[in-house]
């Protein structure tokens, strides 16, 4: 249980400030506890990375105050910008989860940057978070299982052959 605990507290903290990838810590923990299943760790470093990026997401729509130290360098775009992106997100909503989505799972866009630009943009929570949670479970899931999978063969250790 320790084990998963420090996955998700990893995946929060690396959420927050990213100075340390939480991919290579799941994959480690996964790695060295054999007996901890993917269905565990997955949802829990997910979990626990929505969790910091929600940090961001609310930070830039402005409900969380971050201490200044920490926005030195912060460049918001005009508000005419601003305007005709939140007019384009209104009218091509499934475009925007479907980003959101695209990034949690595959990480491009970077969703260190999706997160914050969907708070900013003032993208709903009800479509946000739907499209995060799946794309980074699915991540997370895939990336938990993947030690067993190489185990057990699935995977071939040599792969590619070139």
């Known amino acids: 249980m320790l084990w998963v605990l ?3 507290t990893v995946s929060v903290s690396t959420a927050v400030v990213p100075v340390f990838s939480s991919e290579v810590y799941l994959v480690s923990v996964a790695l060295t ?5 993917w269905w565990v760790l997955g949802p829990a470093a997910a979990v626990g990375q929505l969790v910091g990026k929600t940090v961001h997401y609310l930070a ?3 409900a969380l105050r971050i201490p200044r130290l920490l926005r030195r360098g912060q460049h918001r775009p005009d508000g005419a910008t601003l305007r005709r992106l939140r007019a384009a997100c209104t009218r091509h909503r499934l475009s925007g989860a479907t980003t959101v989505f695209a ?3 595959v990480g491009l866009p970077p969703f260190t940057l999706v997160a914050p630009a969907a708070g900013l943009l003032k993208a709903p929570l009800a479509v946000w978070v739907p499209a995060a949670t799946v794309g980074r479970l699915i991540r997370f899931c895939l990336l938990a299982a993947l030690p067993g999978l190489l185990h057990l063969g699935i995977l071939p250790l040599d792969w590619p052959p070139w």
């Open 6 to 8: 420090s996955v998700f």
């Open 60 to 62: 830039a729509r402005g």
């Open 103 to 105: 990034s949690g799972l």
């Open 33 to 37: 506890q054999p007996e901890l299943s």
